[in-house]
């Protein structure tokens, strides 16, 4: 069974950057597409960025240009860098991965953008 866990949130002011972190374990991890949600108060979630397992990364429009996501498969983690971050940015991130058709969620990580 997979688990994941993310890292890195926090309270940063607008213009900021925060590295976020999601670790896995329990199976085989390069294998799999592995996601970045994030939802914030009063919404629902929303995927932000996708990498394959061939690194093909794709993101949501909003965050085109500020964030990347990448993985590093010899330590079975993947990261979401994210640069000039703005208020509506705030929002609790999650990393997801299917195995088997079933959603695999992390606990998921705060971030606050606010000055």
């Known amino acids: 069974q997979v688990q994941l866990v993310e890292s890195g949130g926090g309270l940063v002011q607008p213009g900021g950057s925060l590295r976020l972190s999601c670790a896995a374990s329990g199976s085989i991890f390069s294998i799999y597409t592995m996601n970045w949600y994030r939802q914030a108060p009063g919404n629902g979630r929303e995927l932000v960025a996708t990498i394959s397992s061939d690194f093909t990364t794709n993101y949501v429009d909003s965050v085109k240009g500020r964030f990347t996501i990448s993985r590093d498969n010899t330590k079975n983690t993947i990261y979401l860098q994210m640069n000039s971050l703005k208020p509506e940015d705030t929002a609790v991130y999650y990393c997801?991965?299917?195995?088997?058709?079933?959603?695999?969620w992390g606990q998921g990580t705060q971030v606050t953008v606010s000055s």
């Open positions: 997801n991965t299917h195995i088997n058709f079933s959603p695999i």
